[in-house]
């Protein structure tokens, strides 16, 4: 039934993103193309460069909605979900576990998608595709590197996902209300974003004043973090993933218990 929901949540969503995409994917190629032929002629046509000016501001602005849409589209969903399409979707015989699963993936997925997108276009446009400064030499690539790089990776995916679930989890709880409900979201939005991060201030506080003292017991040094030998590195960086992992799941098991136990449809 996973699969089924996931489906659901990709079709549904991928109606409004990826046409948005393919407008602005078309928009920058028409400003890069443009820009060859009018960034000779300012001093001949100076409106010319004025508009091309807008013409590319257009062009960045319209990443950025990209973007945005690529985040919000699943929290938007998830919203919905909670309200008058809860009465169809959750009636059907699928665990609550299942609606956030598949919620989290597609919105990251399509988060990655458009992190992806705003990096591909703003090459296209700042012709750093064509240029001597892209290139890729995977001949030197080690398998340390492969293991930095992944990790990090898994840390990226786990942020998204973190933040995806930091706002099902305000909307969760404004879902107990009948009235007012966006505002309550966007509200407890704040309020569990300051508790985190108090949260997370205390944390690196500890860590920082235990961790010192046991690296100076055992003579570390920042040569022997981002040395030949990276696996420290790639250590430390599987401990942050784990972290992140574990206050994703804490967000997780709120988010459905207030779906199990404090839903209010009405």
């Given at each position: 039934?996973?699969?089924?929901?996931?489906?659901?949540?990709?079709?549904?969503?991928?109606?409004?993103?990826?046409?948005?995409?393919?407008?602005?994917?078309?928009?920058?190629?028409?400003?890069?193309?443009?820009?060859?032929?009018?960034?000779?002629?300012?001093?001949?046509?100076?409106?010319?460069?004025?508009?091309?000016?807008?013409?590319?501001?257009?062009?960045?602005?319209?990443?950025?909605?990209?973007?945005?849409?690529?985040?919000?589209?699943?929290?938007?969903?998830?919203?919905?979900?909670?309200?008058?399409?809860?009465?169809?979707?959750?009636?059907?015989?699928?665990?609550?576990?299942?609606?956030?699963?598949?919620?989290?993936?597609?919105?990251?997925?399509?988060?990655?998608?458009?992190?992806?997108?705003?990096?591909?276009?703003?090459?296209?446009?700042?012709?750093?595709?064509?240029?001597?400064?892209?290139?890729?030499?995977?001949?030197?690539?080690?398998?340390?590197?492969?293991?930095?790089?992944?990790?990090?990776?898994?840390?990226?995916l786990a942020l998204i996902a973190g933040a995806l679930?930091?706002?099902?989890?305000?909307?969760?709880?404004?879902?107990?209300?009948?009235?007012?409900?966006?505002?309550?979201?966007?509200?407890?939005?704040?309020?569990?974003?300051?508790?985190?991060?108090?949260?997370?201030?205390?944390?690196?506080?500890?860590?920082?004043?235990?961790?010192?003292?046991?690296?100076?017991?055992?003579?570390?040094?920042?040569?022997?973090?981002?040395?030949?030998?990276?696996?420290?590195?790639?250590?430390?960086?599987?401990?942050?993933?784990?972290?992140?992992?574990?206050?994703?799941?804490?967000?997780?098991?709120?988010?459905?218990?207030?779906?199990?136990?404090?839903?209010?449809?009405?």
């Amino acid at each position: 039934m996973l699969t089924k929901l996931l489906r659901y949540e990709f079709k549904s969503t991928g109606r409004v993103v990826l046409p948005i995409a393919a407008g602005v994917l078309v928009l920058n190629i028409f400003t890069n193309i443009l820009s060859h032929f009018v960034q000779n002629t300012s001093d001949r046509l100076p409106l010319a460069g004025v508009a091309m000016a807008l013409l590319a501001l257009a062009s960045a602005v319209s990443l950025l909605v990209v973007l945005a849409i690529c985040f919000f589209i699943e929290i938007q969903q998830f919203y919905r979900l909670l309200g008058e399409r809860g009465y169809l979707m959750l009636a059907l015989p699928v665990p609550i576990w299942q609606h956030i699963t598949a919620k989290v993936i597609c919105g990251t997925v399509w988060t990655l998608f458009g992190m992806v997108f705003f990096t591909l276009c703003g090459m296209l446009t700042t012709d750093t595709v064509s240029g001597s400064g892209f290139a890729l030499d995977f001949s030197r690539v080690t398998a340390e590197d492969v293991a930095i790089w992944s990790a990090m990776l898994l840390i990226i995916l786990a942020l998204i996902a973190g933040a995806l679930l930091h706002a099902y989890l305000a909307c969760a709880f404004a879902a107990q209300f009948t009235q007012q409900r966006l505002l309550i979201s966007i509200a407890a939005y704040f309020v569990i974003g300051f508790i985190g991060q108090m949260a997370a201030l205390v944390t690196a506080v500890f860590v920082a004043f235990r961790g010192y003292k046991y690296l100076n017991n055992t003579g570390f040094s920042a040569a022997s973090f981002f040395g030949p030998d990276n696996t420290l590195g790639v250590i430390v960086l599987i401990a942050v993933f784990a972290l992140i992992a574990i206050v994703d799941a804490l967000l997780w098991a709120l988010t459905q218990w207030l779906m199990t136990k404090r839903l209010n449809l009405a």
